[in-house]
């Protein structure tokens, strides 16, 4: 049987769940894999993922995928010398593997693993209004996958309104997305879904939205995960519906798997 390595590369990166969820596919999927911890110094991220891939396809065990996580997943952006849509779109990589042609391939799975997540809590975003609040690397992640989901009208809120406005900009003209104010907020329609792609809830005690933006059944997602954030209290407060990012974790990892071994593995 044969046996491969893949790893995650970040710093810090002790915390990381990735080895524990990885290796439960592969049991799952009845195949041999080692999965380790990379932590880069900083300066060194290109030289490791190069080494990485430099030792496959012929060394045992076969080294065959990467995941990328705080804080290179731009760098690993502009090492890739293929990317995907939506590496592509999300301009970040937290997903390395090699093509046929041994090219270093950047996939993004951030934003598919969230819409994964949303459906097998059995939410779909056909049709539906959301609001996504962050216009950091996550909600950069996320956008083009929740647009491609079909919903029918996506608004993008972050505190600095100019970057929100900037994500938004390549969409304009091909999808329905706008950018919501603070003024905007008291005359809007309810949304049916908010997901908070800021990292406001590892600090902030305190969240509020008006209540014209919700409405009894508005399902409410945080990204953040294993941390009962501000976010996710309002949401029960206001006996909405609500899950944290744990599920978009496992779902976007599930998702890399399948990069590197093939869907069918599951
Ligand atoms: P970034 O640092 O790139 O972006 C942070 C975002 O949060 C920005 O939009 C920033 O606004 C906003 N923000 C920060 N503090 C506040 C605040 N006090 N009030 C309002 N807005 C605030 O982080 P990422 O986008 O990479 O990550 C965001 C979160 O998503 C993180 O907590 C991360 O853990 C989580 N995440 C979860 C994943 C999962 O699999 N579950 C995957 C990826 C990320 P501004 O632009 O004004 O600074």
Redesign the pocket.
């Given at each position: 049987m044969k046996t491969y390595r893949c790893a995650v590369i970040g710093n810090p990166i002790a915390h990381s769940q990735s080895p524990a969820l990885h290796e439960q596919f592969a049991r799952e999927a009845g195949i041999s894999l080692i999965y380790d911890k990379i932590l880069s110094p900083l300066e060194d991220f290109e030289t490791i993922v190069r080494d990485f891939f430099a030792k496959s396809p012929d060394t045992r065990p076969i080294h065959c995928g990467l995941n990328i996580t705080?804080p290179f997943k731009v760098r690993a952006y502009q090492l890739a010398e293929q990317h995907t849509d939506h590496a592509q779109h999300a301009g970040a990589v937290n997903t390395f593997y090699l093509n046929a042609k041994h090219q270093l391939v950047g996939d993004n799975t951030?934003g598919i693993?969230l819409c994964r997540a949303l459906m097998q809590h059995g939410y779909s975003l056909k049709n539906k209004r959301v609001l996504l609040?962050?216009?950091?690397?996550?909600?950069?992640?996320a956008l083009y996958p929740l647009l491609q989901a079909g919903v029918r009208e996506l608004s993008l809120s972050?505190?600095?309104l100019s970057?929100a406005q900037q994500l938004i900009k390549p969409y304009q003209s091909q999808f329905p997305i706008t950018l919501l104010t603070p003024e905007d907020f008291s005359t809007s329609a309810p949304f049916d879904f908010i997901i908070n792609?800021?990292?406001?809830?590892?600090?902030?005690e305190t969240f509020t939205l008006p209540t014209p933006l919700i409405h009894r059944q508005t399902y409410c997602y945080d990204?953040?995960?294993g941390k009962p954030t501000a976010f996710l209290h309002w949401a029960a407060q206001h006996h909405l519906p609500h899950h944290d990012?744990?599920s978009?974790?496992v779902a976007?990892a599930r998702e890399s798997f399948a990069r590197w071994f093939g869907s069918s593995s599951f």
């Open positions: 705080l951030d693993g609040l962050g216009a950091g690397g996550a909600a950069r992640g972050n505190r600095t970057k792609a800021t990292s406001a809830g590892l600090h902030d990204m953040i995960y990012g744990y978009m974790l976007q």
